[in-house]
């Protein structure tokens, strides 16, 4: 009895021995690896864990780079993760490379960082809207001319005039001389039509002006456009004999056509012609009627036999001396202040409404009267060799210059003029010339008479 009681607690004894020894300790192993090499870190890395132990991972990427997920024994994209170590475990860390514009172009071989959202770009990152790739300052997405040569100038489309057909005539802007071509005409190689040149058929006209710059080959032809802007033109003495082509000159306010050989010359289509000088040519006849605004007209020494300026009533200065003339009509031109007909075969001339005359000259023509009682403005009157068989200057108080010789006249009174200081009265049929007192009492030098007419302040 005894001896089983002693195994009993025996037993019992071994059995509360063995109970009471430590367990032995469990441990897994974690493995980081990270995707991309070097393109950030994973902390902590790689190490052993007791079993059950949490782990907190937190990946950080290198510059460059973010933080994409998590793959392996763990997955998702949270970061930090914590994981419980309860067997061993292989995690993956996988970073990318960084977009910043979100062009799906990394930063790193992005050279446009700042892509707008949603447009199209090349592999360096680009849209057409950030790139110039013939660099003449405009964006590819507005550069509908995308090869401009360099150093050209472009407009807003970026396009060179060596690029544009403006006017769609199958020749460039850049050699284009005309550049407004109307549509469906044909060209020459400069891209100008038949209707954008003047015909300029004498040689001289067309040198004077390849000279002046507006045109570049003798061909009788000049670009109209490149005339347009003239407003006065220069053509004295040229042996210029036809000046067809001057029609064209749409914008001329004043032309000089002085010594040339001129037979005929047609304004009719330069309406905005204010002075027109042409002396000394061969001039059979002139048509003036369209240019209203003529204020100034020189026709001297020419063949004119007639000369209608009816409808010139602004003139204020008409030379015509020296021509053929018979008869001169400038009763419609009210604002005439010089007037210059000499050397002509005029038998009258009525200036009664030209009242603002200043200066007359009307000497050798066939006049036997002349009436310039109206012309209260005149400080010059010169009408020498005439017929005139009587002058009345009484109205005229502000003549300076009066020259009457060589006519028929038998007496001329100066005594109403102020200020005379030229006078002439030779060569008539003058015995006495009625004059003031003070001009009695002092005869200028510069006044001539016949030799057997005498001043008088009385003449009757």
């Not at 110039?132 to 472009?154: A, F």
């Not at 489309?157 to 850049?174: E, P, W």
């Not at 002075?275 to 048509?287: E, G, P, Q």
Request: glycine letters at 6%; one cysteine or more.
């Amino acid at each position: 009895m005894k001896k089983s009681v002693f195994l009993i607690g025996a037993v019992l004894s071994l059995l509360f021995v063995s109970c009471s020894k430590d367990e032995p300790l469990i441990q897994y192993s974690l493995f980081i690896q990270i995707t991309p090499s070097e393109s950030g870190n994973v902390s902590p890395s790689s190490n052993t864990y007791n079993e059950n132990e949490t782990v907190s991972l937190l990946a950080t990427p290198l510059a460059g780079f973010v933080f994409k997920n998590w793959e392996g024994d763990v997955t998702g994209t949270t970061n930090p993760i914590t994981i419980t170590m309860n067997k061993n475990k292989s995690i993956t860390c996988i970073f990318e490379e960084l977009d910043s514009d979100g062009d799906g172009v990394t930063d790193n071989n992005d050279t446009c960082s700042d892509t707008p959202s949603g447009q199209t770009v090349d592999t360096n990152g680009c849209s057409d809207s950030q790139k110039d790739t013939d660099g003449d300052g405009v964006t590819d997405n507005n550069d509908t001319c995308s090869d401009t040569p360099s150093g050209q100038t472009v407009d807003t489309n970026g396009c060179s005039d060596s690029q544009k057909d403006t006017d769609g005539d199958g020749v460039l802007d850049s050699v284009d001389n005309c550049p407004d071509t109307p549509s469906g005409q044909t060209v020459d190689t400069n891209g100008c039509s038949d209707s954008q040149k003047t015909y300029v058929p004498d040689n001289n006209f067309e040198q004077r002006l390849i000279d002046l710059g507006y045109d570049n080959i003798l061909d009788d032809y000049v670009i109209t456009h490149n005339i347009l802007p003239i407003t006065g033109l220069v053509l004295n003495g040229l042996n210029i004999k036809n000046l067809t082509g001057i029609e064209d000159f749409k914008n001329l306010h004043q032309l000089w056509c002085n010594d040339n050989q001129l037979t005929n010359i047609d304004v009719s289509k330069n309406t905005l012609l204010t002075s027109l000088t042409c002396n000394n040519n061969n001039l059979t006849s002139i048509d003036v009627s369209g240019n209203e605004y003529l204020t100034g007209l020189e026709v001297s020494k020419n063949e004119l036999m007639s000369l209608d300026v009816s409808k010139n009533k602004a003139l204020t200065w008409l030379i015509c001396d020296s021509n053929q003339l018979t008869s001169l009509d400038v009763s419609n031109n009210t604002s005439l202040e010089s007037l210059m007909c000499e050397n002509n075969q005029l038998t009258g001339l009525n200036v009664s409404n030209n009242t603002a005359l200043i200066l007359l000259r009307c000497s050798i023509n066939k006049l036997t009267s002349l009436d310039v009682s109206k012309n209260t403005a005149l400080t010059w009157l010169m009408c020498i060799s005439n017929q005139l068989t009587s002058l009345d200057v009484s109205n005229n108080t502000s003549l300076t210059n009066l020259f009457s010789s060589d006519n028929q006249l038998t007496s001329i009174d100066v005594s109403n003029i102020i200020d005379l200081t030229y006078f002439s009265s030779f060569d008539n049929q003058i015995s006495c010339i009625k004059v003031n007192q003070g001009q009695l009492n002092n005869i200028p030098t510069t006044w001539q008479k016949d030799i057997d007419s005498i001043y008088s302040l009385n003449c009757n």
